[in-house]
Protein backbone atom coordinates (compact mmCIF):
# COMPACT_ATOMS: atom_id res chain seq x y z
CA UNK A 1 0.00 0.00 0.00
CA UNK A 2 1.41 3.50 -0.71
CA UNK A 3 1.37 5.90 1.88
CA UNK A 4 0.46 8.65 -0.11
CA UNK A 5 -2.94 10.42 1.59
CA UNK A 6 -3.69 13.44 -0.62
CA UNK A 7 -6.25 14.99 1.74
CA UNK A 8 -3.71 14.31 5.02
CA UNK A 9 -0.69 17.00 2.88
CA UNK A 10 -3.09 19.03 1.69
CA UNK A 11 -4.56 19.56 5.45
CA UNK A 12 -0.68 19.68 6.47
CA UNK A 13 0.85 21.62 3.74
CA UNK A 14 -1.99 23.78 2.20
CA UNK A 15 -1.37 27.03 4.21
CA UNK A 16 1.86 27.30 3.15
CA UNK A 17 0.16 27.82 -0.67
CA UNK A 18 1.49 31.18 -1.37
CA UNK A 19 5.19 30.61 0.05
CA UNK A 20 5.81 26.99 -2.03
CA UNK A 21 5.01 29.20 -4.86
CA UNK A 22 7.69 32.21 -3.67
CA UNK A 23 10.04 29.80 -3.15
CA UNK A 24 9.16 26.84 -6.08
CA UNK A 25 7.31 28.48 -9.17
CA UNK A 26 6.56 31.41 -10.58
CA UNK A 27 7.72 34.06 -7.33
CA UNK A 28 6.38 37.37 -9.08
CA UNK A 29 2.74 35.80 -9.00
CA UNK A 30 2.52 35.87 -5.23
CA UNK A 31 4.13 39.45 -5.12
CA UNK A 32 1.30 40.42 -7.31
CA UNK A 33 -1.75 39.39 -5.77
CA UNK A 34 -0.43 40.29 -2.29
CA UNK A 35 -0.13 43.82 -3.92
CA UNK A 36 -3.64 43.90 -5.42
CA UNK A 37 -5.03 42.21 -2.59
CA UNK A 38 -6.56 39.64 -4.36
CA UNK A 39 -3.78 36.91 -1.99
CA UNK A 40 -7.11 34.81 -0.85
CA UNK A 41 -7.26 31.44 0.35
CA UNK A 42 -10.43 29.68 -1.70
CA UNK A 43 -11.04 26.31 0.34
CA UNK A 44 -13.88 24.55 -2.51
CA UNK A 45 -15.65 25.71 -5.65
CA UNK A 46 -19.05 24.88 -7.62
CA UNK A 47 -20.19 25.62 -10.50
CA UNK A 48 -19.88 30.19 -11.01
CA UNK A 49 -18.58 30.09 -7.13
CA UNK A 50 -15.79 29.75 -5.03
CA UNK A 51 -16.07 29.48 -0.85
CA UNK A 52 -13.32 30.82 0.76
CA UNK A 53 -11.89 29.29 4.83
CA UNK A 54 -15.02 31.83 6.39
CA UNK A 55 -17.39 30.41 4.16
CA UNK A 56 -18.07 33.23 2.41
CA UNK A 57 -18.86 32.95 -1.31
CA UNK A 58 -17.49 35.03 -4.58
CA UNK A 59 -19.13 34.64 -7.71
CA UNK A 60 -16.53 33.86 -10.32
CA UNK A 61 -16.83 36.21 -14.11
CA UNK A 62 -13.24 35.01 -14.84
CA UNK A 63 -13.85 31.27 -15.31
CA UNK A 64 -10.21 30.48 -15.07
CA UNK A 65 -9.81 32.62 -18.49
CA UNK A 66 -12.41 30.50 -20.10
CA UNK A 67 -11.49 27.26 -19.37
CA UNK A 68 -14.59 26.67 -17.25
CA UNK A 69 -17.21 26.98 -19.41
CA UNK A 70 -19.76 24.57 -17.85
CA UNK A 71 -18.37 26.01 -13.87
CA UNK A 72 -16.56 24.04 -11.57
CA UNK A 73 -17.40 20.39 -11.13
CA UNK A 74 -19.94 19.68 -13.37
CA UNK A 75 -21.30 16.47 -11.90
CA UNK A 76 -21.76 15.11 -15.26
CA UNK A 77 -18.24 15.90 -16.55
CA UNK A 78 -16.86 14.73 -12.71
CA UNK A 79 -18.91 11.09 -13.17
CA UNK A 80 -17.35 10.72 -16.55
CA UNK A 81 -14.15 10.87 -15.12
CA UNK A 82 -14.83 9.01 -12.60
CA UNK A 83 -16.09 5.91 -15.21
CA UNK A 84 -12.98 6.33 -17.32
CA UNK A 85 -10.75 6.13 -14.24
CA UNK A 86 -12.72 2.80 -13.48
CA UNK A 87 -12.53 1.32 -16.74
CA UNK A 88 -8.83 0.63 -16.70
CA UNK A 89 -8.55 1.44 -20.33
CA UNK A 90 -5.77 0.09 -22.11
CA UNK A 91 -4.28 4.59 -22.71
CA UNK A 92 -2.20 5.48 -24.91
CA UNK A 93 -0.61 2.54 -26.03
CA UNK A 94 0.49 4.70 -29.44
CA UNK A 95 -0.20 1.44 -31.14
CA UNK A 96 -3.97 1.08 -31.02
CA UNK A 97 -6.96 3.12 -31.95
CA UNK A 98 -9.14 2.94 -29.10
CA UNK A 99 -12.85 4.58 -29.25
CA UNK A 100 -12.98 7.63 -27.60
CA UNK A 101 -10.70 10.27 -30.11
CA UNK A 102 -12.56 9.15 -32.68
CA UNK A 103 -16.18 9.43 -31.24
CA UNK A 104 -14.97 13.10 -29.58
CA UNK A 105 -13.88 13.51 -33.06
CA UNK A 106 -17.20 13.04 -34.78
CA UNK A 107 -19.06 14.49 -32.42
CA UNK A 108 -16.95 17.88 -32.36
CA UNK A 109 -17.20 18.00 -36.50
CA UNK A 110 -21.01 18.11 -35.78
CA UNK A 111 -20.55 21.94 -35.19
CA UNK A 112 -18.08 22.46 -38.00
CA UNK A 113 -19.93 20.52 -40.61
CA UNK A 114 -17.83 21.72 -43.35
CA UNK A 115 -14.77 20.26 -42.01
CA UNK A 116 -13.72 16.43 -41.64
CA UNK A 117 -10.45 15.82 -39.22
CA UNK A 118 -9.25 16.35 -35.52
CA UNK A 119 -5.94 16.70 -34.28
CA UNK A 120 -5.96 16.00 -30.57
CA UNK A 121 -3.49 17.62 -28.50
CA UNK A 122 -2.83 19.77 -24.87
CA UNK A 123 -3.61 23.05 -25.12
CA UNK A 124 -5.06 26.13 -26.93
CA UNK A 125 -1.19 26.93 -27.67
CA UNK A 126 -0.80 23.38 -28.96
CA UNK A 127 -3.50 23.75 -31.25
CA UNK A 128 -2.42 26.66 -32.89
CA UNK A 129 1.04 25.41 -33.03
CA UNK A 130 -0.85 22.50 -35.02
CA UNK A 131 -2.73 24.84 -37.69
CA UNK A 132 0.26 27.06 -37.92
CA UNK A 133 2.59 23.67 -39.31
CA UNK A 134 -0.59 22.15 -41.19
CA UNK A 135 -1.09 25.69 -42.91
CA UNK A 136 2.67 25.86 -44.32
CA UNK A 137 2.96 22.54 -44.71
CA UNK A 138 -0.61 22.11 -46.69
CA UNK A 139 0.02 25.83 -49.06
CA UNK A 140 4.04 24.85 -49.25
CA UNK A 141 4.58 28.86 -48.52
CA UNK A 142 6.18 30.13 -45.45
CA UNK A 143 4.33 33.01 -43.65
CA UNK A 144 1.44 33.34 -41.91
CA UNK A 145 -0.61 36.76 -41.49
CA UNK A 146 -2.05 37.83 -37.77
CA UNK A 147 -3.93 40.18 -36.65
CA UNK A 148 -2.74 43.67 -34.25
CA UNK A 149 -3.55 42.88 -30.64
CA UNK A 150 -4.13 39.03 -30.94
CA UNK A 151 -3.70 36.45 -28.50
CA UNK A 152 -2.68 33.02 -29.85
CA UNK A 153 -0.24 31.45 -26.99
CA UNK A 154 2.78 31.33 -25.86
CA UNK A 155 5.18 28.70 -27.26
CA UNK A 156 7.57 30.22 -30.10
CA UNK A 157 4.86 29.24 -32.86
CA UNK A 158 2.00 31.07 -31.88
CA UNK A 159 3.91 33.68 -30.08
CA UNK A 160 5.16 34.29 -34.02
CA UNK A 161 1.54 35.38 -34.29
CA UNK A 162 1.31 37.04 -31.06
CA UNK A 163 -0.09 40.47 -31.35
CA UNK A 164 1.37 41.98 -27.78
CA UNK A 165 5.39 43.03 -27.86
CA UNK A 166 5.01 42.36 -24.23
CA UNK A 167 4.71 38.81 -24.60
CA UNK A 168 7.28 38.35 -27.54
CA UNK A 169 10.28 40.71 -25.93
CA UNK A 170 13.29 39.02 -25.33
CA UNK A 171 12.40 36.25 -27.21
CA UNK A 172 13.55 36.33 -31.00
CA UNK A 173 14.25 35.44 -33.32
CA UNK A 174 10.63 34.04 -33.91
CA UNK A 175 8.96 32.92 -37.34
CA UNK A 176 9.17 35.53 -39.89
CA UNK A 177 5.01 36.28 -40.03
CA UNK A 178 3.06 39.31 -40.52
CA UNK A 179 0.85 41.26 -38.38
CA UNK A 180 -2.44 43.33 -40.09
CA UNK A 181 -5.08 45.36 -38.24
CA UNK A 182 -7.95 43.51 -37.43
CA UNK A 183 -10.40 44.03 -40.45
CA UNK A 184 -8.04 46.10 -42.59
CA UNK A 185 -8.76 44.22 -46.01
CA UNK A 186 -6.43 46.66 -48.31
CA UNK A 187 -3.15 45.50 -46.22
CA UNK A 188 -4.61 41.64 -46.24
CA UNK A 189 -4.54 41.88 -50.02
CA UNK A 190 -1.24 43.96 -49.88
CA UNK A 191 0.38 41.07 -48.24
CA UNK A 192 -1.14 37.78 -49.97
CA UNK A 193 -0.44 38.97 -53.37
CA UNK A 194 3.05 38.55 -52.41
CA UNK A 195 2.13 35.20 -53.00
CA UNK A 196 4.16 33.78 -49.81
CA UNK A 197 1.33 33.71 -47.40
CA UNK A 198 0.04 30.54 -45.83
CA UNK A 199 -3.09 31.70 -43.84
CA UNK A 200 -4.41 34.13 -42.03
CA UNK A 201 -4.50 33.42 -37.97
CA UNK A 202 -7.98 35.39 -36.49
CA UNK A 203 -9.54 35.12 -33.27
CA UNK A 204 -13.37 36.20 -34.69
CA UNK A 205 -13.32 38.09 -31.35
CA UNK A 206 -10.24 39.14 -29.88
CA UNK A 207 -9.66 38.22 -26.04
CA UNK A 208 -7.71 41.67 -25.70
CA UNK A 209 -9.43 44.52 -25.53
CA UNK A 210 -12.56 42.04 -26.87
CA UNK A 211 -12.71 43.57 -29.90
CA UNK A 212 -14.99 41.57 -32.41
CA UNK A 213 -13.75 41.53 -36.08
CA UNK A 214 -15.76 44.08 -38.20
CA UNK A 215 -18.82 42.71 -40.01
CA UNK A 216 -18.06 41.29 -43.14
CA UNK A 217 -14.36 40.93 -42.41
CA UNK A 218 -13.74 36.90 -42.29
CA UNK A 219 -16.01 36.12 -44.96
CA UNK A 220 -14.17 39.24 -47.42
CA UNK A 221 -10.90 37.82 -45.89
CA UNK A 222 -11.33 33.84 -46.71
CA UNK A 223 -12.64 34.74 -50.16
CA UNK A 224 -9.57 36.92 -50.86
CA UNK A 225 -7.32 34.32 -48.99
CA UNK A 226 -8.77 31.12 -51.62
CA UNK A 227 -8.22 33.63 -54.22
CA UNK A 228 -4.67 33.57 -53.90
CA UNK A 229 -4.41 29.96 -52.56
CA UNK A 230 -3.88 30.47 -48.84
CA UNK A 231 -5.83 29.21 -45.90
CA UNK A 232 -8.28 31.33 -42.99
CA UNK A 233 -7.50 29.90 -39.49
CA UNK A 234 -10.19 30.82 -37.20
CA UNK A 235 -8.54 30.66 -33.22
CA UNK A 236 -11.70 29.74 -30.88
CA UNK A 237 -9.55 28.67 -28.13
CA UNK A 238 -11.88 31.18 -26.11
CA UNK A 239 -14.52 31.94 -28.23
CA UNK A 240 -15.58 28.73 -28.85
CA UNK A 241 -17.86 26.26 -27.79
CA UNK A 242 -21.21 28.53 -26.97
CA UNK A 243 -18.89 31.29 -25.40
CA UNK A 244 -20.53 34.22 -27.77
CA UNK A 245 -23.79 33.21 -28.00
CA UNK A 246 -23.04 30.46 -31.40
CA UNK A 247 -21.08 27.13 -31.09
CA UNK A 248 -18.07 28.70 -32.61
CA UNK A 249 -17.72 32.75 -32.72
CA UNK A 250 -17.20 32.63 -37.01
CA UNK A 251 -20.59 31.01 -37.04
CA UNK A 252 -22.21 34.69 -36.03
CA UNK A 253 -21.47 35.49 -39.99
CA UNK A 254 -23.21 33.60 -42.70
CA UNK A 255 -20.98 31.87 -45.74
CA UNK A 256 -17.40 31.51 -42.86
CA UNK A 257 -15.95 28.38 -43.42
CA UNK A 258 -12.59 28.29 -41.67
CA UNK A 259 -9.98 25.68 -43.20
CA UNK A 260 -8.82 25.36 -39.89
CA UNK A 261 -10.12 26.25 -36.49
CA UNK A 262 -8.46 25.87 -32.85
CA UNK A 263 -10.54 24.65 -29.63
CA UNK A 264 -9.36 24.34 -26.14
CA UNK A 265 -10.33 25.17 -22.46
CA UNK A 266 -14.03 24.72 -22.13
CA UNK A 267 -13.43 21.62 -23.79
CA UNK A 268 -11.51 20.52 -20.87
CA UNK A 269 -14.36 20.65 -18.69
CA UNK A 270 -11.91 22.49 -16.75
CA UNK A 271 -10.56 19.32 -15.22
CA UNK A 272 -7.85 17.66 -18.04
CA UNK A 273 -5.95 20.21 -20.46
CA UNK A 274 -7.00 19.58 -24.15
CA UNK A 275 -6.66 21.21 -27.66
CA UNK A 276 -8.01 20.21 -30.94
CA UNK A 277 -7.80 21.51 -34.54
CA UNK A 278 -10.20 20.86 -36.89
CA UNK A 279 -9.65 20.97 -40.46
CA UNK A 280 -10.37 20.12 -44.07
CA UNK A 281 -9.44 16.39 -45.42
CA UNK A 282 -7.17 17.48 -47.93
CA UNK A 283 -5.05 19.17 -45.12
CA UNK A 284 -4.72 16.51 -42.95
CA UNK A 285 -4.43 14.19 -45.95
CA UNK A 286 -1.60 16.30 -47.26
CA UNK A 287 0.35 16.29 -44.49
CA UNK A 288 -0.20 12.55 -43.30
CA UNK A 289 0.61 11.98 -47.19
CA UNK A 290 1.94 8.29 -46.50
CA UNK A 291 2.62 5.96 -43.82
CA UNK A 292 6.58 7.01 -43.48
CA UNK A 293 4.70 10.32 -42.25
CA UNK A 294 1.91 9.09 -39.99
CA UNK A 295 3.72 10.32 -36.80
CA UNK A 296 4.96 13.44 -38.74
CA UNK A 297 3.03 15.81 -35.80
CA UNK A 298 2.03 14.34 -32.94
CA UNK A 299 1.39 14.90 -29.11
CA UNK A 300 2.57 12.10 -26.02
CA UNK A 301 -0.52 12.81 -24.43
CA UNK A 302 -2.93 13.57 -27.01
CA UNK A 303 -6.18 11.86 -27.20
CA UNK A 304 -5.38 10.77 -23.91
CA UNK A 305 -8.98 8.83 -22.12
CA UNK A 306 -9.42 10.88 -19.59
CA UNK A 307 -9.24 14.15 -22.04
CA UNK A 308 -11.54 12.82 -24.78
CA UNK A 309 -14.22 11.66 -22.25
CA UNK A 310 -14.28 15.10 -20.46
CA UNK A 311 -14.82 16.91 -23.62
CA UNK A 312 -17.43 13.76 -25.16
CA UNK A 313 -19.23 14.85 -21.42
CA UNK A 314 -18.90 18.62 -21.93
CA UNK A 315 -20.73 18.49 -25.22
CA UNK A 316 -23.52 16.48 -23.99
CA UNK A 317 -24.13 18.68 -21.58
CA UNK A 318 -23.52 21.85 -23.77
CA UNK A 319 -26.64 20.22 -25.62
CA UNK A 320 -28.27 18.65 -22.66
CA UNK A 321 -29.13 22.11 -20.81
CA UNK A 322 -28.90 24.39 -23.86
CA UNK A 323 -25.79 25.57 -23.24
CA UNK A 324 -24.96 27.96 -25.79
CA UNK A 325 -28.74 29.33 -26.12
CA UNK A 326 -28.41 30.40 -22.16
CA UNK A 327 -24.65 32.12 -23.47
CA UNK A 328 -26.43 34.15 -26.10
CA UNK A 329 -29.74 35.07 -23.51
CA UNK A 330 -27.29 35.80 -20.37
CA UNK A 331 -24.91 37.97 -22.21
CA UNK A 332 -27.33 39.61 -24.20
CA UNK A 333 -29.11 40.67 -20.88
CA UNK A 334 -25.53 41.36 -18.88
CA UNK A 335 -24.36 43.57 -21.51
CA UNK A 336 -27.39 45.36 -22.16
CA UNK A 337 -28.17 46.49 -18.69
CA UNK A 338 -24.24 47.61 -18.15
CA UNK A 339 -24.55 49.54 -21.31
CA UNK A 340 -27.00 51.50 -20.07
CA UNK A 341 -25.09 53.19 -17.39
CA UNK A 342 -22.77 54.49 -20.23
CA UNK A 343 -24.45 58.00 -19.91
CA UNK A 344 -24.69 57.68 -16.45
CA UNK A 345 -21.21 57.54 -15.08
CA UNK A 346 -18.51 59.44 -17.43
CA UNK A 347 -15.43 57.15 -16.76
CA UNK A 348 -17.08 54.47 -18.46
CA UNK A 349 -16.94 55.02 -22.58
CA UNK A 350 -18.23 51.50 -23.56
CA UNK A 351 -19.63 48.21 -23.21
CA UNK A 352 -19.35 45.54 -25.77
CA UNK A 353 -18.50 42.03 -26.50
CA UNK A 354 -20.78 38.74 -27.99
CA UNK A 355 -23.02 36.34 -25.78
CA UNK A 356 -20.92 36.02 -22.54
CA UNK A 357 -17.10 37.70 -23.88
CA UNK A 358 -17.91 41.43 -22.43
CA UNK A 359 -15.82 43.90 -22.55
CA UNK A 360 -16.25 47.11 -20.56
CA UNK A 361 -13.47 50.22 -21.43
CA UNK A 362 -12.96 53.03 -19.30
CA UNK A 363 -11.82 56.44 -20.56
CA UNK A 364 -10.71 59.93 -20.27
CA UNK A 365 -14.14 62.02 -18.12
CA UNK A 366 -14.75 65.45 -19.07
CA UNK A 367 -15.47 66.96 -15.12
CA UNK A 368 -12.12 68.36 -13.92
CA UNK A 369 -11.89 67.05 -10.93
CA UNK A 370 -11.84 63.29 -11.99
CA UNK A 371 -9.86 64.46 -14.75
CA UNK A 372 -6.56 65.18 -12.64
CA UNK A 373 -6.95 62.16 -11.26
CA UNK A 374 -7.86 60.03 -14.23
CA UNK A 375 -3.88 61.91 -15.67
CA UNK A 376 -2.88 61.08 -12.47
CA UNK A 377 -2.91 56.96 -13.03
CA UNK A 378 -2.82 57.32 -16.88
CA UNK A 379 0.84 59.09 -16.69
CA UNK A 380 1.82 56.30 -13.73
CA UNK A 381 0.56 53.49 -16.54
CA UNK A 382 -2.16 52.81 -18.68
CA UNK A 383 -4.54 50.28 -17.47
CA UNK A 384 -4.18 51.44 -13.73
CA UNK A 385 -7.71 52.78 -13.51
CA UNK A 386 -9.39 49.46 -14.49
CA UNK A 387 -7.47 47.34 -11.79
CA UNK A 388 -8.38 49.79 -9.21
CA UNK A 389 -12.20 49.09 -10.18
CA UNK A 390 -11.22 45.14 -10.22
CA UNK A 391 -10.22 45.62 -7.20
CA UNK A 392 -13.28 47.02 -4.94
CA UNK A 393 -15.34 44.34 -7.19
CA UNK A 394 -13.61 41.60 -5.02
CA UNK A 395 -12.33 42.78 -2.02
CA UNK A 396 -16.08 44.68 -1.17
CA UNK A 397 -18.38 42.69 -3.24
CA UNK A 398 -16.80 39.28 -3.51
CA UNK A 399 -16.43 39.26 -7.51
CA UNK A 400 -13.53 37.61 -9.32
CA UNK A 401 -12.65 39.94 -12.59
CA UNK A 402 -9.72 40.94 -14.13
CA UNK A 403 -8.47 43.45 -16.74
CA UNK A 404 -8.60 41.93 -20.64
CA UNK A 405 -4.73 42.88 -21.12
CA UNK A 406 -1.89 45.03 -19.91
CA UNK A 407 -2.10 48.58 -19.89
CA UNK A 408 -5.57 48.19 -21.36
CA UNK A 409 -8.10 50.12 -19.41
CA UNK A 410 -10.54 47.59 -20.12
CA UNK A 411 -12.42 44.77 -17.98
CA UNK A 412 -13.36 41.16 -19.61
CA UNK A 413 -16.29 39.47 -18.40
CA UNK A 414 -16.06 36.01 -19.27
CA UNK A 415 -17.71 33.84 -16.44
CA UNK A 416 -18.99 30.45 -17.12
CA UNK A 417 -21.81 29.88 -19.50
CA UNK A 418 -24.36 28.19 -17.01
CA UNK A 419 -24.98 31.84 -14.98
CA UNK A 420 -28.29 33.24 -14.98
CA UNK A 421 -29.90 36.15 -13.90
CA UNK A 422 -29.17 35.98 -10.25
CA UNK A 423 -25.58 36.44 -10.93
CA UNK A 424 -26.35 39.25 -13.60
CA UNK A 425 -28.14 40.93 -10.62
CA UNK A 426 -24.97 40.77 -8.56
CA UNK A 427 -22.74 41.77 -11.02
CA UNK A 428 -24.50 44.94 -12.14
CA UNK A 429 -25.38 46.14 -8.15
CA UNK A 430 -21.76 45.49 -7.29
CA UNK A 431 -20.39 47.06 -11.10
CA UNK A 432 -23.08 50.48 -10.05
CA UNK A 433 -21.63 50.34 -6.27
CA UNK A 434 -18.24 51.06 -7.62
CA UNK A 435 -18.57 52.91 -9.76
CA UNK A 436 -20.69 55.43 -7.58
CA UNK A 437 -17.84 55.33 -5.67
CA UNK A 438 -15.18 56.15 -8.44
CA UNK A 439 -17.40 59.24 -9.18
CA UNK A 440 -18.03 60.24 -5.94
CA UNK A 441 -14.12 60.67 -5.28
CA UNK A 442 -14.89 57.57 -2.81
CA UNK A 443 -11.65 57.78 -0.63
CA UNK A 444 -10.58 53.71 -0.33
CA UNK A 445 -10.80 53.58 -4.05
CA UNK A 446 -8.35 56.73 -4.76
CA UNK A 447 -6.23 55.81 -1.76
CA UNK A 448 -5.94 52.44 -3.91
CA UNK A 449 -5.07 54.45 -7.07
CA UNK A 450 -1.96 56.36 -5.20
CA UNK A 451 -0.71 52.71 -4.14
CA UNK A 452 -0.85 51.52 -8.01
CA UNK A 453 0.74 54.55 -9.19
CA UNK A 454 3.66 54.52 -6.62
CA UNK A 455 4.01 50.18 -7.39
CA UNK A 456 4.11 51.55 -11.54
CA UNK A 457 6.27 54.28 -10.42
CA UNK A 458 8.65 52.43 -8.54
CA UNK A 459 8.55 49.54 -11.33
CA UNK A 460 9.84 51.46 -14.08
Known sequence: MTGFDLAKLLAERGGERYDLYTRHLNHQLPRMLHTIGFDKVYERAEGAYFWDSDGQDYLDMLAGFGVMGLGRHHPVVRQALHDVLDAGLPDLTRFDCQPLPGLLAEKLLTYAPHLDRVFFGNSGTEAVETALKFARYATGRPRVLYCTHAFHGLTTGSLSVNGEDGFRDGFAPLLPDTAIELGDLAALEREVTRGDV???????????????????FLRAAQEMLHRHKALLIADEVQTGLGRTGDFFAYQYEDGVEP???????????????????????WIFKKVYSSMDRVLVHSASFGANAQAMAAGLAVLTVMADEDIVANARHTGDLLRSRLAALVDRYELLHDVRGRGLMIGIEFGRPKSLGLRSRWTMLQAARKGLFAQMVVVPLLQRHRILTQVSGDHLEVIKLIPPLIIGEREVDRFVQAFTAVMDDAHGGGGLMWDFGRTLVKQAVAHR
Open 198 to 216: AALVVEPVQGKGVLPAPPG
Open 259 to 281: DLVCVAKALSGGYVPVGATLGRD
